[in-house]
């Protein structure tokens, strides 16, 4: 081949080499798109499969605690899931009897609903299960409180008893009560009326025996009114007076409206039943000239009556004296009753010890309309009716005044 041929020809094939920079260059990219095509494959290739925590299922809330003691027995009791359910569950006494209980709709709730006692340990059984099948046995004891002593409460008003317009509602107590023991049971007194009725609870002097509160309408009670008394004591923390014994209710109703009026310078006793005058008798009060033996003025309640009843005032001379048809009005001796010794004053002066006599006919049909809680109206003597003349000076207590006896104050 001629020598130009040949030039040409190496020429043409110089021109078509590609630049080394552009072969490395190519090949670099290359490996680079091999490696993330190696890459993607490593990163969808799937790894081995992670292990779930095993679920932790927390045992079933218990009120009261496992191994609480001095538990009141009134407390809240029952147990609670968080997860799952609750089957089988019961709470039973030393004795193995079981306490009532209910369940929730969903079954994560159970609420003891029975009464537990005083110094009783109480167990539980049963178990929850758990979303995932776990089954946690229910287990654990309490103790309730073993009080060193009781408070035991009585009412003067029995269920079923028909009681006059002013008769108060009492709750006697067999211990002195504090301020604050007071107070706590005057939260768990209630009085429910069928006629709305304004009222409130007051408390007396202690007596001897012991505190006592009384309740009383601001006015009058209603005819008819069925009343519904209760006393929540059991279980409550009376402090140094101990524990109440037992809870007391009374339901009772207010009979027919009677008023006595008894005007100590008319010399007559006036009966109005239901606003009509149904009685208008001679009668003789106790003798003005003496302070010791003056009917007191105020408003007295019918406290009970008895065909006889012996009286005594040794002061005066006699003793054991016994009085026919006689109803009793106050603490400090004070009744209307027959008595025949003072026919010829009847209607005329006043000459007994305190009493309001009649004659025996008069004593007799008055003691037969005569109910525990009538007011007897004495008006016109010198000397007022107070709580030194025994329990049931209630009405002579300004309604203003009878509020603030409360032990709650103004709560």
Known sequence: MPERARSHLWTAARRRRPPLTLVISALVLTALIAGGATAAARSTHPGPAAVPAPAVVAPPLLQPADGATGVSPTAAVGVETGAGTLRAVRLTDAKGAAVPGTLSADQRRWTATGPLSYDGTYTWSGFAVAP???SLPLTGTFHTVAPTQLVRARTTIGDGQTVGI???IEVRFNRHLDDAAKATVERALSVQTSVPTLGGWAWLPDT????RVHWRPAKYWAPGTTVRMAARLFGLD??????????????????????????VNSYRMVVIRDGQQIMDLPASYGLGSDPNRVTRSGIHIVMGKAETVLMSNPAYGYENIPEHWAVRISNNGEFIHANPASAGAQGRRNVTHGCINLSTKDARAYFATALYGDPVEVTGSSVALSAADGDNYDWTIPWERWKSMSALGSE
Do not use: H
């Not at 001897?208 to 505190?211: C, F, I, P, V």
């Not at 101990?242 to 209710?249: C, H, P």
């Open 166 to 168: 002013a008769a108060p």
């Open 208 to 211: 001897a025996q012991g505190s």
């Open 238 to 263: 009376l402090g140094a007076a101990g524990f109440g014994a037992a809870d007391l209710t009374s339901e009772f109703t207010i009979g027919r409206s009677q008023i006595v009026k008894a005007d």
């Open 132 to 134: 995932d099948g776990t």
